[in-house]
């Protein structure tokens, strides 16, 4: 039977099993992710990004989830950037799955999820992500949730060393 997967708000104790997976897999996520600190492979270092993150929930500008497979944690994803305005309501969605756990559709599955949670808690219009142009399991993602890609910033995010090109995508949330 396939996994099933959930979302939560993160919490301090996901530091140690979100270091285990960043430091496993450094080196795969190289291309695609911006470069991690040294500190951000341990659990004290993923500690102090967890209440940053969690005081940006606080804030109201971001609402980081972790993604659950069966209870255990298998990656992130985050609502980023919200801005509430009544002429905006809109955020920005990113996500991570560790590779022992991808290819079983829990980015697709936890996309979703984020998705009714930015509709139906935080009253938001629309969702923005941007990936690099080959990161095609990432673009499958965003597709199979209803996202269209709708241009190009060019040398807009610096990944492995070299300034690459973002492909932006939108999708409008139900009202
Ligand atoms: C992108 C990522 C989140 C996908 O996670 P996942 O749980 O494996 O994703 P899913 O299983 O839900 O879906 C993957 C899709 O990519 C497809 N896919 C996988 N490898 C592919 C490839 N080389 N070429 C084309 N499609 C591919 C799968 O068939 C699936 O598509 P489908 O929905 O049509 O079946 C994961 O690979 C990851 O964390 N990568 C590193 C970090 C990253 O890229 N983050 C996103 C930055 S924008």
């Known amino acids: 039977m396939p996994a099933e997967t959930r979302i939560r708000l993160i919490e301090p104790a996901d530091a140690a099993p979100i270091a285990a997976h960043r430091a496993r897999d450094a080196a795969a996520f190289r291309r695609w992710e911006p470069a991690q600190s040294a500190a951000l492979l ?27 497979a069966d209870g255990e944690v298998v990656g992130q994803a985050t609502v980023s950037g919200i801005l509430p305005q ?19 559709g829990h980015a697709g599955r936890a996309l979703a999820l984020l998705l009714r949670l930015m509709t139906d808690d935080l009253g938001l219009h629309r969702a923005e992500a941007s990936t690099h142009l080959e990161n095609l399991p990432s673009q499958r993602v965003l597709r ?3 996202f269209t890609p709708y241009g190009v910033a060019h040398s807009a995010i610096l990944l492995d060393g070299a300034w690459q090109d973002s492909l932006l995508w939108e999708r409008i949330l139900a009202e």
């Not at 009544?86 to 079983?104: D, E, K, S």
């Open 144 to 146: 199979r949730n209803g």
């Open 86 to 104: 009544p002429h905006l309501r809109r955020a920005t969605v990113g996500y991570w799955i560790a590779t022992t756990a991808q290819q079983r």
């Open 42 to 68: 341990t659990p004290e270092g993923q500690a102090a990004r967890i209440d940053r993150l969690l005081a940006g929930h606080r804030a109201g500008t971001a609402w980081p989830a972790v993604v659950l």
